[in-house]
C-alpha cells in the first residue's frame, strides 16, 4: 500500500507537471493573443488620432490657403505675413507657418521666424522630395522628419499646395508638428511601454519614434530605413498575412495587423502591429518588447510554480502522513497476522516466514520441539473455553522462561507450541524435560487449581540443508509416540519414520478395503461356569491384497484417525448379525453376541437408530446382543453418553464395560451407569497366578461386578489353573485360548455342535 500511496502520488506529480507545462504555454498564448489584440486597438487608435490631427491641420492648411488666393493675397508680403502671424496666435502648438512660392523660396512666414534666414526648400536635401510631392499632390504632405535650425527643434512638415482655378499649383503652404509635441497628439507618453513608430510609405523615412533619445534623432530620423530592416518586417511581422509591406497598402489599407519582429533599432524581439493609413500614406506601428509579454508571462508562472509548490507541499505532507499511518497500520496488521493473539506468542505463519532468515550462519544443527498439553481438552470442555484460554496464556509465560535457548517459540495451535533451537543437540532432550516440569506446576485459575501434563517430540537436522515441513513432521511423529505415554520426550528416529510409512500404507490400503471385500470376522466362544457355550465375541480381521494379514490393533486405530470408523463399524455389525442369524436359525440355538463399539461410531449421530435397526433386520432379539464399549468412551460427553446407554437399556441391548481396571471409570461413575457386563483385561488375568497385586486387584473387580450385580467375564484365559483361580473369586464368564482361539465361522458351528454334545 505503501509503495501504491507514492506511485499515485508521483503519478499525480507527473500529471500537474504536464498540467503546469500546460498551463504555462496556455498563460503565454494568452499573453501572446492580449496583446496582439491590444497592439491592434492601440494601432488603430492610434491610426484614428494621428489621422484626426494631421485632418485638423490640413483644414487649417486649407482655410489659411483659401485666404491667401483670395484677391492674390498669397501675392502680398506683408499681409500675407500678416495672416500667418495672426494664425500663429491661434496654433501656437504648431511649429510656426510659411508660405513658399513653388520654386521653394519663402515668401511670407509667420512672426517668429525671419525669411531670409530660411533655407530654400527644394535646395535643401531633407525638404526638397516632400517639397516636389506637395506641388503634385492636392492633399497635405508629410514631409521627412528633419532639424529645422530657425527655431532649433526637429519637426515633422505639413505641406499642401495652393492652386488657382486651373488647378496649377502657385505656392505651397508649410506648417510643422515639433516631435517632441507628437506624443501629446497621439496620447502616448515618453516613458509608456508601448512604442509608436509612423513611416513615411513613400520613402521609408520614419516620420515619428515615441521615447527615443535626442542623441538619436539623427540616426533615426535622417536615414531611411534599410533593405535588411524592411525585409525583416517583410519576413517576421508580415509572413502569416502579405509578403511585402509595398502590398499593405492595395491589399489591405486601414486594416491592422499583428506579428513578431526584431526591432530594426533596437535588434530586440518584438510584437507589433502595423496599419497602412491610406490617407496620409503612412505606415503606423505600434511595438511592445517581448520582454514586457516574458515578465507578465515570468510573473503569471511564478504565481503558478508557488501554487504548485504550495500544493505539492500539503498532497506531499498528507502523503507523508498517510505513507506512516499505512505504515503504522501495516505494522499492527503484521503483527496480528504473525503473532497468536490470546498468547502473544508468534503463531505458524510467522515460522513459514522467519524460519530459514533466522538460522544463524555459524550453526551446524537445528532442533524442533513440538509441544502438546495433556488433559487440557478436558479442562477446555469441563470449564469452559475462557478458563481454558487462561490456562494457555500462562503456558505460554513459561514457555517464554526458555527464550535463552530458543530461535522461536510458536503457539502453532489450540494446545500445540512449538521451540526452535540451534546447536542444543543433545540437550535438546534435557530441555524438554524441564519444559515438561515447567509446565507441571499447577495454575491456579479463578480461584482453582489446574495441573496439566505436556508430551515433546523432538526432530533434528542440519542447519544448512533442514526442511521446516520435514522438521515438523518428524517432530510430529515423535509427539505421536510421546502421547502414547504421556508426559514423556521422545525423539525422532528412522524406526518412527518406518512406523509412519508404515500407518500410512495401512491407511492407503484401508481405504479400499470394504470394496475390495478383504473385512471379515473371527468369533470367540464365551464360556460360563459350567463350561456350556454363554455367547461370542466379534472379532474383526483384514487380510489386505497389499499388505497381506494386518492386526486390528494396528488397523483400528488408523481408521478412526481417518473418520472411517464409522463407516467401517457399520460394515462389521451388519456382517456379525447377519452371520450369526443365519448360524443361530441353522442350529436353533441362541447365544449372545457380542460386538465392540468405538468411540467414533458411538459418538456419531444416528448411530443408536442405525443399530438397532441392523439388529430387527437381522430378526436376532435384542435380549440376545451386547455392545462393548471401553472406559475412554466415559470422558466424552457424560450426559449424551448416559442417555445413549440407557436407550440400548431399554431396548434390551445389554452392555459391556470392556478392558476395566485400565481407564478412567471409577466407583460413583460404576454405580451410575447401566452396565450388565464388566469385563477383566488379559493383562491382569496373564498375573493372576505369579502377582498378588494383580490377584488381588481381579478378585477385587469381580466383587464390584458381584456388589453391582454385574456379571464379570475374565478375557484371555489360556491355563487351568487360571480358571480354577477366578472361578474360585466367583467369576461368571470366561474367554480365551483354554477354551478356544478365534474362530471362522465354519468352526464356530463345529464347535457349538461339539459343545451341545
Known sequence: MTKNIWTVYYLILLISCIGLLGLGYAKHSQLYTNLSFKNK?????????????????????????????????????????????????????????????IKGNFIAVSGNLEVPNLPNLLELPETREDFQAALNSHNMVIGRTYYFEPINEWIIPLRKALRDEQGNPVAVMTTGVKVEDLNKLVGISKQAETNLTIINARNFYRTFVNGIDLTLFSKVYLEPMSKEARKSVDKNLLNAHLPTLEQVKTKIPNIPISGESIDTLTKEPIVGALIYNSKYDLYIVVKQTLLTTRNDFINAILTYVVLFILFHTVLILLVRRIHINESTARKHLKD??????????????????????????????????????????????????????????????????????????????????IIVMADKSPQDF??????????????????????????????RENADSCNLNTLLSHADLALYEAKNRKNWVEVFTENLQIKSQKVSKIEHNLRTALENNEIYLNYQPQVNKDGKLHGVECLVRWNSKGLGFVPPDEFISVAEDIGMMPILGQHITEMALTEMSVLQKRLNHHFQISINVSIKQFMQDQFFEEFTACIEQSGIPFKYITIEITESLLIEDMDFIFSMLEHFRRKDISISLDDFGTGYSSLSLLRQLPIQELKIDKAFVDDILDDSKDSTLVKNIINIGNEFGMNTLAEGVELKEQLEQLSNFECDLFQGYFFSKPLSLDDLETFIKTKST
Do not use: C, W
Open 430 to 459: 534435557n530441555i524438554a524435560k524441564q519444559v515438561i516440569e515447567t509446565l507441571s506446576v499447577s495454575y491456579l485459575i479463578n480461584g482453582m487449581n489446574f495441573t496439566i501434563g505436556a508430551s515433546i517430540g523432538i526432530a
Open 336 to 417: 496480528q497476522v504473525e503473532h497468536d493473539s490470546l498468547t502473544g506468542l508468534y503463531n505458524r505463519y510467522y515460522l513459514k516466514q522467519a524460519f530459514h532468515q533466522s538460522i544463524p550462519t555459524n550453526a551446524t544443527t537445528i532442533s524442533l520441539m513440538f509441544i502438546d498439553l495433556d488433559n487440557f481438552k478436558h479442562i477446555n470442555d469441563t470449564f469452559g473455553h475462557s478458563t481454558g484460554d487462561q490456562l494457555l496464556i500462562e503456558v505460554s509465560k513459561r514457555l517464554k522462561s526458555f527464550k535463552a535457548h530458543a530461535l522461536h517459540i510458536i503457539r502453532f495451535g489450540g494446545d500445540e507450541f
Open 41 to 101: 486597438a492601440d494601432v488603430k487608435l492610434a491610426s484614428k488620432s494621428i489621422e484626426s490631427s494631421l485632418t485638423e491641420n490640413e483644414l487649417l492648411l486649407d482655410v489659411l490657403g483659401s485666404r491667401l488666393l483670395e484677391n492674390g493675397l498669397y501675392k502680398n508680403k506683408q499681409r500675407a505675413h500678416f495672416l500667418l502671424k495672426q494664425m500663429r496666435t491661434t496654433k501656437p502648438g504648431l511649429a510656426g507657418f510659411g508660405l513658399a512660392d
